[in-house]
């Protein structure tokens, strides 16, 4: 993409911070975050959200981030996107903190969004320039080819005119995939993207990622899924207020990291379905 | 054809014409917001809020506007500290400033000797009192909230359906809620003339609502919608007038039976969509 090149080069973009040559795309350090000062009953009397979160994302990465609910992972996006401040510790992209990048792209879960919105899926994807455009300044032709352009590339570009209430599980994803790619987003958080979706749609959702990772864009992506978190990332950290692994697959999926990850938590873990992928990796 | 005509000579009337259609299109404009952020609560609130700025004004012989503006801008303003800085839910802290300022603003008017005429003025409307200075001021500030709205537009799209998506962007968030709440207010103001406290919720989101079934876009939603509020507010005035109604509840009713009608029309579509696609399944 236009936008990387620009910044890999060092020049400053027209928006949004520059980027530090040689950072790591994302690094938390020594990070903690409290339950505003509450002791909420659903974390068994812990009063912090996150503890001493440290870890690194190299450009590219594709990172499955997976735990118990209540285990933080909505905090920690909160925290990388700039929406939630560490109480210690720093968040750093590309070297910066988050607050002035608009390189940082959130899909949202399914049930955040408000579908019956009176917008077709190419305003949603335009939504996504709305950052480089500017105050007071509307989307221009070259806008409208990087939103047109965008939907090609998630094999989306039949829906531009649809009305997003009118879409399926699976379309959703990708609107909103192109969504970031209009940003030119090189970090790409999604919230439990793959829930309710039948084997070929979570294929063909990563093979959009696939083709993301070809521009160097690096992928955070929360699942309950231990099975495809072991086949299709490069990394997986496993979370539970504290980084438990973040290791590859084989190895971050050991029995007592699973354990010490969900041990004391089974009662959280959602439906069947994801017991049974926990008791298998126990066999190994 | 005298039917249209007849009132049109007297200049009141053409006024309140006037008063009605502007009033129309600015707030089921703003309307789209209030409902597709589902502020319906917030509106109702922020309307009754201004009458003791209105009724302050009233009785130092000010502009009513005047004091409609300045009691609207510090109860958005209040509304926002609020919720932002209390553990107060929303609703809550909305109800008891609303409730509040509300009863001031009564207590205040009843100072007056003819205060039941008074307060039936303000609480449903006096459209055929409008005066020149009055509708220039509507017009004005009418035209300020729609040039805002039009120069915020995208961004207003944005903290609307996603505020997520408005953070990471880096949008100013905190500064376009205030603007949105700030608007809605002058809004109110531009609108107590015509509809009065008790009835601003109804032009404020019935025209949108009704909007909301027939389009597929945000500013064909608007565009509608500002159709059906300027129609409400035509017909409202001519309803007034033969009628003998006040201003107010000739709008309002105007604009909930095209409400009616626009959802027998959305509900007989659906029925039709609905045996479309189950045919093909069917076969």
Known sequence: ?284 | MDFLLDPLQYDFIVRALLAAGIVGVVCSILGVYIVLRGMAFLGDAMAHTILPGVVAAFLLGWPLAVGALIMGVLTALGIGVLTERTALKEDTAIGVIFAGLFALGVAMLSLRGNYSIDLAHFLFGNLLGVSSGDLLLTAVLGVVVLVLIFLFYKEFLVISFDPVLAETLRLPTRFLNYLLLILIAVTIVVALQVVGVALMLAILVTPAATASFVTRRLPSMMIVSAVIGVFSGVVGVYASYYLNIPSGPAVVLTATLIFLLGLAVAAGRNRRGALETSAPEAA
């Open chain 1, 1 to 284: 993409m236009k936008a990387t090149i620009m910044r890999d080069t060092q020049a400053a973009p027209a928006h949004g911070v520059a980027h530090e040559p040689g950072a790591p795309t994302l690094e938390l350090d020594n990070v903690w975050v409290s339950y505003n000062g509450k002791l909420s009953s659903g974390n068994g009397g812990a009063s912090h959200a996150l503890e001493a979160v440290t870890f690194r994302v190299e450009r590219g990465e594709r990172v499955a981030v997976v735990g118990p609910n209540g285990a933080g992972k909505s905090t920690l996006f909160k925290l990388i996107v700039g929406t939630l401040r560490p109480d210690r510790g720093r968040v750093s992209i590309f070297g910066h903190g988050p607050d002035g990048h608009i390189c940082i792209a959130y899909v949202p879960q399914r049930n955040q969004v408000d579908w019956n919105f009176p917008v077709t899926v190419e305003d949603v994807v335009m939504m996504g320039r709305v950052g480089q455009i500017g105050l007071l300044r509307r989307p221009g032709k070259s806008d409208w080819g990087i939103v047109r352009s965008a939907l090609g590339r998630v094999g989306a570009a039949n829906l531009a005119h649809k009305r997003i209430g009118e879409l399926s599980g699976g379309q959703q994803q990708r609107v909103f995939l192109a969504r970031a790619l209009a940003q030119e987003a090189e970090l790409v958080l999604l919230d439990e993207p793959l829930n309710g979706l039948d084997t070929p749609t979570q294929e063909a959702i990563i093979a959009i990622l696939d083709d993301l990772r070809r521009d160097g864009v690096t992928v955070l992506l929360a699942t309950h899924d231990l099975d495809l978190a072991a086949e299709r990332f490069d990394r997986i950290m496993l979370l539970n207020r504290r980084v438990i692994a973040f290791e590859p697959p084989a190895t971050a999926l050991r029995a007592d990291n699973l354990l010490r990850a969900y041990g004391g938590h089974l009662h959280h873990v959602d439906g069947s379905g994801a017991m049974i992928v926990a008791d298998d990796c126990f066999d190994n």
